[in-house]
């Protein structure tokens, strides 16, 4: 096949995109509402309407240019309001609430996996829908594992502070105001894509293994992505 224009990498992106970052944060909201705190429930944000979790520059404007440019894809969408007061063990249910997320996104990694599986299963090769799950498999395991990084606020730093002990949980949380940086710079300076790396040429690699689909075929219609 002809590689893919920029148009059609967005169009092939574009509902992947939008329903792993949003959903991730349903998740967040999901949780929360389970372990006793309604308020994502009460603003209207535990639905899977994209419009209800875009953030022009997290859930458009970043994944555009990381596209048009090519390299490591991420984005993030609105995050939902959490009242940890109304969380019934609040240090508990901070870690249980923040690992919902990476978790949607492996649930939604393995659902893309299906839909690959089933399309050689039942001999309609759609190699649009092909690349389409392969989307969905690459940025949900690319935000699976970068959320899980043990810095606030990302969800691995939420779920280090709620099991870590009182007092280095405090120090722990003392970072969250320099996280943000400190992931843009990890990014720049291409430190990010080397940590993160061989985890999720790990998961891919799994991911293949169980979807059926060959890996030089794999290959060949990632690097067409990207």
Same mark, same amino acid.
């Given at each position: ?32 509402? /389970? ?5 994502? /429930? ?7 309407? #994209?419009? %209800?979790?875009?953030? #022009? ?19 993030? @969408?609105?995050?939902? #309001? ?8 609040? /240090? ?5 609430? @923040? ?7 492996? +649930?939604? @990694? ?13 001999? =309609? ?7 389409? =799950? ?18 606030? &606020? ?9 099991? +870590? &002990? ?10 969250? &105001? ?15 894509? %080397?940590?993160?790396? #061989? ?15 060959? &890996? ?11």
């Amino acid at each position: 096949m002809e590689e893919l224009t920029l148009l059609q990498k967005i169009v092939v992106w574009v509902i992947p995109v939008v329903f792993a970052i949003t959903l991730h944060e349903v998740a967040h909201g999901w949780m929360a509402l /389970k372990l006793g705190d309604p308020t994502a /429930k009460m603003l209207g944000r535990l639905t899977i309407n #994209p419009v %209800k979790h875009i953030d #022009p520059l997290g859930t458009l404007i970043i994944p555009g240019i990381l596209l048009t440019i090519g390299g490591f894809m991420f984005g993030w @969408a609105k995050p939902v #309001p959490i009242t940890w007061e109304n969380l019934r063990s609040p /240090k508990r249910d901070i870690a249980l609430v @923040a690992v919902a997320g990476p978790l949607s996104n492996l +649930l939604m @990694a393995l659902f893309w996996v299906l839909v690959i599986r089933l399309s050689i299963m039942t001999e =309609s090769h759609n190699i649009y829908l092909f690349y389409i =799950s392969i989307a969905g498999i690459t940025i949900n395991t690319i935000l699976m594992l970068l959320n899980m990084l043990p810095i606030p &606020p990302l969800d691995g730093g939420r779920v280090a502070t709620g099991l +870590l &002990p009182g007092r280095w949980s405090w120090q722990l949380s003392r970072l969250e &105001p320099y996280g943000f940086p400190l992931l843009i710079l990890l990014l720049a300076t291409g430190m990010l894509g %080397k940590i993160l790396g #061989p985890f999720i040429s790990f998961f891919l690699t799994s991911f293949v293994l169980f979807s059926g689909i060959s &890996p030089q075929e794999f290959q060949y219609l990632y690097y067409n992505l990207i």
